[in-house]
């Protein structure tokens, strides 16, 4: 009896990387379209996805269209958050855990004020010079880049958005809440007083990125 032998998993991996690459900073995307970017064929690209797919890497939900079958929509799961930096996850929740052990709420409290604060003095140093907003949204991009965050700038209707499509300190931030908070704080002082900073979304709501609306103030 002839037996078929198994279909071998594609071996280009930084095609796979790619992917990957795509989906964590663009979101939900048809394997068609991910092909076009790749400029490789889709069924090269389903092959990278049905095995990440084995691995519990990627998922994908069904979108109707307005003709034919609905599109698949493939996105990382949560699994696939090990893929990238997590910048010494367990540690950094062993030292907080042992931080609220020993100096209790307020001393953590302490901590997490002078972090910010060396933050702010070494974002606005490495931004000197810079005035026009957009700018120095791109310097400030570009520092947090290099830490991990794959952040970058986007413009909409709305106006400006400060995007970082990975968190490498989500695990910790799971275990401390106050650190999302210190840095929408240090964004603030670091973009001015003569700019409003709020955030639109975020990661452990359950967003895919976290993304922050920059306004200027209307001056008076």
Known sequence: MFMSKPQSKPKDVKGRRRIQEILKTEGPQEAAVLAE????????????????????????????????????????????NRLFPDAHADLTINLIEVMKETFGEDGLNKFLDARAAKQVADYRTRMEGTDDLRDRLVKLARIREDEGYMACVTEDDDGLLFVENHCPICAAAHACSGLCAMELKVFQL??????????????????????YRITPKART
């Open 37 to 80: 970017k790749l400029g490789v064929s889709a069924m090269a690209v389903r092959q990278h996805l049905y095995a990440m797919q084995e691995e519990k890497l990627v998922t994908f939900t069904e979108e109707p269209r307005p003709k034919g079958r609905p599109a698949k929509l493939w996105q990382l799961t949560e699994e696939a």
């Open 190 to 211: 670091v973009m001015g007083s003569g700019v409003d900073v709020s955030r639109t979304d975020h990661i452990l709501a359950g967003a895919r990125r976290c993304a």
